[in-house]
């Protein structure tokens, strides 16, 4: 989900045989046949790797990032026939202010030919005074038309463009590489060789995220909200 001023929330044009261009050249569809998915396993800038957690800071806001020891299974039509995807599950628990605001649990699986990771869809729970107040966002790959984006390719090249959700009228985060090489330093360290990513969606027209993911550590930058731990969830 986009996340907007605080958080809003593969390849257009990366290479034709991933997918066609769509409306403003955004690539829409995928190769999906052409791979074997696989819940564990690392792409230089995003990694499944069970129990990592990723912790984030703003000035009123905390954001934990975890990959979770829990697999999800999501069938849906690839090519001729119906599939079943293992998935990684990676939670998100955003607090506002000490308070949760929202969990999400996300649904990602790495394509072993290409190395892209996949986004297969969310469960969202939002939060208002500590109850569950909406779903809003929430989709899954195979259900009302909705089908998989790509999260992260396996080959940064800059200026592709490219959905990373593909749920018509409920989710369709966008992405656009516009930067390479950066070096990017926070409590968590200094790392080089970052990318930077611009997410939009045609659903909230003029909104954007900007994103900063760094080789072997995944993401360090996401609008405010900036990485400053490294570790293993301890729950």
Not at 91 to 108: L, Q, T, V, Y
Not at 169 to 195: I, Q, S
Request: charged share 30%; aromatic share 8%.
């Amino acid at each position: 989900m986009i996340r907007t001023i605080a958080r809003l929330g593969l390849g257009a044009l990366l290479l034709l045989p991933l997918g066609a261009a769509a409306a403003d050249d955004f690539t829409s569809s995928f190769r999906l046949q052409d791979c074997e998915f696989l819940a564990r396993g690392t792409n230089p800038h995003f990694l499944l790797e069970p129990e990592r957690q990723l912790v984030y800071e703003a000035e009123d806001e905390e954001l934990f990032i975890t990959v979770l020891e829990e697999t999800r299974r999501i069938r849906l039509p690839i090519g001729a026939g119906l599939r079943t995807i293992r998935t990684a599950v990676v939670e998100e628990r955003e607090f506002e202010d000490g308070a949760i605001k929202e969990i999400s649990r996300n649904f990602f699986a790495l394509c072993e030919k290409t190395n892209d990771v996949y986004y297969f869809g969310e469960e969202v729970d939002i939060y208002e005074d500590g109850e569950v107040v909406s779903h809003d966002g929430a989709w899954l790959a195979g259900r009302d038309g909705a089908l998989p984006g790509i999260v992260m390719p396996g080959t940064f090249l800059l200026g592709s463009r490219y959905f990373q959700e593909v749920a018509p009228g409920v989710a369709l985060d966008r992405a656009e590489h516009v930067a390479e090489g950066l070096e990017v330093e926070t409590e968590a360290g200094t790392f080089r060789d970052c990318v930077e990513v611009r997410e939009t969606s045609p659903l909230e027209p003029g909104a954007q995220s900007t994103k900063v993911y760094c080789p072997g550590v995944g993401l360090v930058i996401d609008n405010d909200l900036v990485l400053v731990e490294i570790g293993e969830d301890d729950d």
